[in-house]
């Protein structure tokens, strides 16, 4: 690899001649670790018209580093960090005396968030039961690498360059209204549509356009804890509500409250389905009390076991729903690709407030997600993973109910989880202990307002082999006996 001669300056600043300043110059890149062995540094002319300098300072300057073995030759190829140059200082290296008081100068936490622990080399373990992972052996990366290289041909040039300031993609935002939107019983105009960066930005962009200090906002508990995390931040009055098994109970909303989160078809983290009879109190009640609801729709691609319920937003005559949708789920999780539908007025304002933030999703991203959508690999991807999901959840059910583990909560219609407790142990103790045993669970203390670790937990099986299964719930229910 090449050191760019554009990154290389002289400070102005500097002691001595300029032939001992290029020497500085390279010699600390080299100690700081920037430049790294067996790198090439520029051509000595490049070099020197980028500095301003003569060819024979640089010359003489690589001279002296090749003398120290900071620096080798190889013929006609040029100077080299050597092999034998200094070891980079395993130590920091100190820039500056930081003075700066950031206890007092930080206005909020935002790295005290609770996030859930998602190891990064998760795939090392060999029993991973992680939420949200996509299956290299399910996932279409052929078509999708297809549908990449069409977004970059010429014909879609505009598409790829343009910059859309607060605009999206047409031909995504045709294909959500007219083929995603329809199967959840949603009808909504352009205008009614907002891409996003993902389910989480779409909730942020909701928060911060209905929420302010004075106003009240309610949340399931259990709940997504990144949306807790969301709202935290916009400093509304926020009011956790218990679920049941049917979901959010209408009738536990206090009244003063302006916006509800909700997870209705496939609650967060139970998996409960919201029966349509409370799907329609929460209408009823919105209507009568006033207030918005932001309706969080995702996994309703994986229903394998039966038809999902009508999107409590296919229900809604007064325009108070706000549905968040996501692909990244559905696709994969580094995609970053959602979407947000209501009424004109409130996409209006969403739109102007993603504009000031992040303007629009790469368009070369949308580019590719329009096709892969409408060339029909969504839907076959979407077939695929089901087939494979719904076998993976038999044998997990079957090894659960023969290793006798206590289900707490499973989708009605498929889903890509279970809900679990622990009896007499934490899930934190569980979770340390399944480690041990290179099986991988999540915790569910950080999904509640107030912490507490009843021995919940989230068993995923997304990105775990059929035929690992039924060992890794063995490695639970032994995890549990010790």
């Known amino acids: 690899m090449a050191i760019p001669a554009e990154t290389l300056f002289l400070d102005p600043d500097a002691q001595g001649t300029l032939q001992a300043q290029i020497q500085q110059l390279i010699a600390e890149g080299i100690l700081s670790g920037r430049f790294r062995r067996g790198e090439r540094l520029p051509s000595s002319r490049k070099l020197a018209q980028q500095l301003g300098v003569s060819r024979i300072t640089v010359t003489l300057a690589y001279t002296e580093l090749l003398a120290d073995d900071y620096l080798t030759s190889r013929g006609r190829s040029g100077y080299f960090v050597s092999e034998n140059a200094p070891e980079v200082p395993t130590f920091p290296l100190g820039q500056s005396d930081d003075t700066v008081e950031w206890s007092r100068v930080l206005t909020q936490r935002f790295s005290q ?8 080399d998760w795939r090392s373990f060999k029993y991973p039961f992680i939420y949200g992972q996509a299956d290299p052996t399910l996932f279409d990366s052929a078509n999708w690498r297809l549908c990449a290289l069409q977004a970059l041909g010429q014909r879609d040039f505009d598409a790829l360059t343009t910059d859309y300031h607060d605009q999206d993609d047409p031909k995504l935002i045709e294909f959500i209204a007219r083929h995603t939107l329809p199967r ?14 993902g389910a989480q930005n779409a909730l942020w962009i909701a928060a911060q356009v209905l929420l302010t200090q004075r106003r009240t906002a309610a949340t399931e508990d259990p709940c997504y804890p990144s949306l807790r995390d969301i709202l935290t931040q916009s400093r509304c009055h926020l009011t956790p509500v218990p679920v049941d098994a049917e979901g959010l109970p209408p009738h536990a909303i206090p009244k003063g409250t302006d916006v509800v ?6 609650q967060c983290p ?41 999107a409590l937003k296919s229900l809604d005559r007064e325009g108070r729903v706000i549905y968040v949708g996501s692909f990244s789920k559905s696709l994969f999780p580094g ?58 959840r038999l044998v997990l059910e079957d090894a659960v109910t023969r290793h006798g ?10 889903g890509s989880s279970l809900w679990m407790q622990a009896r007499g142990l934490t899930a934190k103790e569980l979770t340390q202990r399944a480690a041990e045993r290179s099986v991988i669970i999540e915790p569910g203390a950080p999904f509640f307002a107030d912490e507490r670790d009843e021995g919940y937990f989230r068993l995923a099986y997304s990105s775990l082999p059929t035929t690992r299964i039924p060992e890794g719930i063995a490695q639970i229910a032994a995890a549990l006996e010790l």
């Open 270 to 310: 139970t998996t409960a389905t919201m029966p349509l009879e409370r799907r329609r109190a929460l209408l009823d009640l919105a209507s009568a009390e006033d207030f918005l609801i932001v309706e969080d729709d995702y996994e309703f691609e994986m229903s394998f076991l039966r038809a999902p319920s009508p």
């Open 261 to 266: 989160f909700t997870t209705p078809s496939h």
């Open 405 to 414: 583990l206590t289900v707490a909560g499973r989708g009605a219609f498929g």
């Open 184 to 197: 959840r019983g949603i009808r909504a105009e352009p205008s009614e549509i907002l891409v996003t960066m």
């Open 335 to 392: 995609l970053r690709l959602g979407y947000l539908v209501g009424s004109a007025p409130f996409i209006r304002e969403a739109r102007a407030l993603r504009a000031t933030v992040l303007r629009h999703p790469p368009g070369h991203i949308q580019r590719t997600a329009a096709y892969f959508l409408s060339l029909g690999h969504y839907d076959a991807l979407i077939k695929r993973t089901s087939i494979a999901l719904k076998e993976r």
């Open 113 to 120: 968030r609770r996030a859930l622990d998602k190891p990064s």
